[in-house]
């Protein structure tokens, strides 16, 4: 998809400019909250909880396949273990 190229290439750029840690909120918003843009449509449909995570996930394997992502992590698991 298109998105995942704009947050490949996105990796890449900052990694380029020395930043090695990302941090991405893969939880979807709850209906008629609004993070970015401040009106969404309607008919617009949120993913479900798994299908954002998974979405996220084949995005960051593609970006480590260009050596843009060196590893991934969560939260609990940085925190808690």
Not at 17 to 24: D, E, K
Request: glycine letters at 4%.
């Amino acid at each position: 998809p298109v998105y995942h190229e704009i947050l490949i290439s996105y990796l890449g750029y900052v990694q380029k400019r020395g930043f090695h840690t990302a941090h991405i909120w893969a939880c979807p918003p709850l209906k008629g909250d609004d993070y970015i843009l401040y009106c969404h449509p309607e008919e617009q449909r949120t993913p479900r909880d798994d299908r954002l995570q998974h979405w996220y996930m084949e995005m960051l394997q593609k970006a480590m396949k260009k050596n843009y992502v060196q590893s991934v992590t969560n939260l609990y698991d940085e925190i808690f273990c």
